[in-house]
């Protein structure tokens, strides 16, 4: 069976930080193109930050460039969105989702149905 499933969200003041997981089973993350989403509520999903599966390269949104980075674990199969700096505009529900590469990582990053597999997503609210 194909899954992700995210981890890490929770509860952090204005400023603090969090690393969410992601963590696959059924299929080798390395050879796929990962993307980190975001939606708010009553807001459309939006990119984050993505990596290709080919040469990592990646793309942020511009709200979170200098701010968020992703990484991958190839040995344990898991890919990590590292969210430092946070900001209440930052709440949002965050999902990992996986596929081929389909065109560029941006491309990939702003069309979110380029991507096959999704993880449940993960709550993250930023609050004093």
């Known amino acids: 069976q194909l899954q992700l499933v995210e981890s890490g969200g929770g509860l952090v003041q204005p400023g603090g930080s969090l690393r969410l997981s992601c963590a696959a089973s059924?299929?080798?993350?390395?050879?796929?193109?990962i993307g980190w989403f975001r939606q708010a509520p009553g807001k459309e999903r939006e990119g984050v930050l993505c990596i290709s599966s080919s040469d990592d390269r990646t793309y942020s949104a511009d709200s979170v460039k200098g701010r968020f980075t992703i990484s991958r674990d190839n040995a344990n199969n898991m890919v990590y969105l590292q969210m430092n700096q946070l900001k209440t505009e930052d709440t949002a529900v965050y999902y990992c989702a996986a596929g081929p590469n389909r065109g560029t990582v941006q491309a990939m990053c702003v069309l979110s149905r380029l991507f096959d597999y999704w993880g449940q997503g993960t709550p993250v609210t930023v609050s004093s």
């Open positions: 059924g299929f080798n993350l390395d050879y796929h193109a």
